[in-house]
């Protein structure tokens, strides 16, 4: 996957819920090299700037700056698989202690 990896902030198009449309958010690359080198697609979770109230799963960004976002974000249980063309751009990576956090709380959604 040229030009991306995992642990990196991208700007995706994201789809609503109720696919009443599409606006483009920031996620997280969350796959693994070895599925991006097997497929077409990327798994992403999303990050939001609503910071206020925290779900389980979520994961307040410790250094958002370094992430390349404009405002405090935590990352959410969203998960979604996209194509790679949906990717607008990088916009920075997490810290290494922001992602290891990710990964905890990613694996307690799943129950892995």
């Known amino acids: ?14 789809v609503f819920a109720d696919e009443s449309g599409r606006k483009l958010r920031p996620a997280i ?7 991006h080198r097997a497929r ?17 799963g ?6 958002w700056e370094r992430a390349g976002l404009l405002f405090p974000s935590m990352v959410t249980g969203i998960i979604r698989t996209i194509k790679r063309t949906m990717i607008d751009r990088k916009l920075g990576s ?4 922001d992602f290891e956090s990710v990964e ?4 307690r959604c799943l129950g892995l």
């Open 1 to 14: 996957m040229t030009g991306y990896s995992r642990g990196d902030v991208v700007l995706v198009g994201f």
């Open 29 to 35: 690359i969350i796959s693994s090299p070895a599925y």
């Open 40 to 56: 077409q697609e990327v798994v992403v979770a999303a990050i939001t700037s609503k910071t206020r109230r925290r779900l389980f």
């Open 58 to 63: 979520e994961h307040m960004i410790q250094d």
């Open 94 to 97: 997490l810290a290494k202690s």
């Open 104 to 107: 905890r709380e990613l694996r």
